[in-house]
């Protein structure tokens, strides 16, 4: 009687602990993964950092609780570190003020945590869901792909890795086990000091978590997750896109210009280039000036995201003359889109993006092909797939000129070579919104989540 009752207790269990990264790629999937687990029952508690903070009053998060990350680190030293040592010194700094945390909420709760699932790079969460005896779920807010990588990539020894990149062949030969992947295409740029970069990455994919869950669809990724089954050997729970998973939330933290909608409105269906190199993408005014000629030149309409401190050393306020003129007379500039009913909307035919995860998965769900302009690593895996497996993107790589813009704009919004990419784009945007329903990969793979959480102590089936 007292086991059945322990029992009992166990799957009375309703806290979520979610641990985000907060960067604002990382931030948005977690959040829409809170929310679709909220709608199953779940109570959830959010412990975030210094900066990119959520609007605790918004009614997407209604019942949501918000914890600090205490001794969590400001935005000043991501400015002044490279990632990968903001990430191991965040790391070093949260862990035992997260367990302090985790051990008050178990008290204020009456035990009440059915698992913690935290952001791959938060890995300090591991060790105080081992102390406390509590299930834990490693998040990964990329692509299984660059998981896959980063699985590999753990393995190698630094040193021997560079030697061996610098002949050509090698560069070009591919990964075994990761086809179409080459070795100059593993993400190993961008992320600070490479030892130290590795070093994450044997610590990320160390094996402590009951499971990993991931914001893809294995329509897109089966090759990747299928691997990474084998090699890691837990549960992988491929449930994305998480926002399609989770409509209802705002999946934007910075405030958006609609009045973009009302230019759309009077735009000829599938003419408008959108352009939006993500929420941390810079760009040097030169480069703004190649963009805008040749945006203008191609005699298209274009939508713009230029954010605030996004041109190096420039503002909005005072773009060149030249750049106001080419806009004013064929364009359209917002500090930030929402960007879901932009893709959604029927005169955008080409996104022109940096190749964040999240906006690849948004625009592949509206069947809308894309410019690939990716800043670093994992950004240039993703494009790489745009253009050579899934076959719906076009890389615009090298110095930003003019005439390349021109081209560009041309090939995916006029030509047929862009005509048979929006119609492979639409055949995923079929495959996506098949894994999300029921009986869908995406579908099932959430639901097993939510049995295995509601159940407690039950083991869950590997499910990819």
Request: aromatic fraction near 8%; include cysteine.
């Amino acid at each position: 009687m007292e086991k059945g009752e322990a029992m009992g207790k166990k799957r009375e269990k309703r806290r979520i602990v979610l641990v985000p990264l907060t960067l604002h790629g990382h931030l948005t999937p977690i959040l829409q993964l809170g929310k679709a687990l909220s709608l199953k029952g779940f109570s959830i508690t959010v412990f975030q950092g210094q900066f990119n903070r959520v609007n605790t009053s918004s009614p997407h998060y209604s019942g949501f609780q918000f914890l600090d990350v205490t001794g969590s680190l400001p935005e000043s030293e991501l400015m002044r570190l490279s990632p990968v040592e903001f990430l191991m010194k965040q790391n070093k700094m949260s862990e035992a003020n997260f367990k302090t945390s985790i051990g008050q909420l178990l008290v204020q709760q009456g035990n009440d945590i059915a698992c913690i699932i935290y952001d791959e790079f938060m890995s300090f969460c591991g060790a105080t869901a081992e102390e406390y005896k509590l299930p834990s779920f490693i998040f990964t807010a990329a692509s299984a792909t660059h998981k896959a990588c980063q699985v590999f990539l753990s393995k190698l020894n630094a040193k021997k890795f560079l030697m061996e990149m610098e002949d050509p062949g090698v560069q070009d030969t591919v990964v075994e086990a990761l086809h179409p992947i080459r070795y100059k295409d593993l993400p190993t740029s961008g992320f600070g000091p490479l030892e130290s970069f590795l070093e994450s990455c044997r610590v990320v994919n160390k094996r402590t978590g009951s499971g990993i869950i991931l914001n893809t669809a294995s329509c897109l990724e089966s090759s990747s997750l299928s691997w990474m089954q084998r090699e890691l050997g837990i549960p992988m729970y491929a449930l994305g896109p998480l926002h399609a998973l989770a409509k209802a939330v705002k999946s934007s933290l910075l405030e958006e210009d609609r009045g973009c909608l009302e230019w759309l409105n009077k735009q000829k269906p599938r003419s408008v280039i959108y352009i939006s190199l993500g929420s941390l993408g810079s760009m040097e005014i030169k480069d703004v000036l190649e963009m805008a000629s040749g945006l203008y030149n191609s005699n298209q309409p274009f939508l713009w995201v230029i954010r605030p401190g996004s041109i190096v050393g420039s503002e909005i306020e005072s773009l060149p003359e030249e750049v106001n003129k080419k806009v004013s007379e064929r364009g359209y500039i917002v500090e930030w889109a929402p960007q879901n009913e932009v893709l959604g909307h029927p005169a955008v035919g080409g996104f022109w993006s940096h190749c964040g995860w999240n906006s690849i998965l948004e625009s592949i769900e509206e069947g809308v092909p894309f410019i690939c302009r990716p800043f670093q690593g994992e950004q240039k895996l993703n494009a790489m797939y745009l253009e050579s497996v899934w076959r719906i993107g076009i890389q615009l790589g090298g110095e930003v000129e003019r005439g390349k813009v021109e081209r560009a704009v041309k090939r995916l919004i006029v030509d047929k070579e862009g005509a048979n990419m929006r119609r492979r784009a639409l055949d995923l945007k079929e495959m996506i919104k098949a894994s999300v329903r029921i009986g869908g990969s995406s579908y099932n793979a959430f639901d097993e989540l939510v049995k295995y959480l509601k159940a407690g102590t039950e083991e869950a089936e590997p499910h990819v």
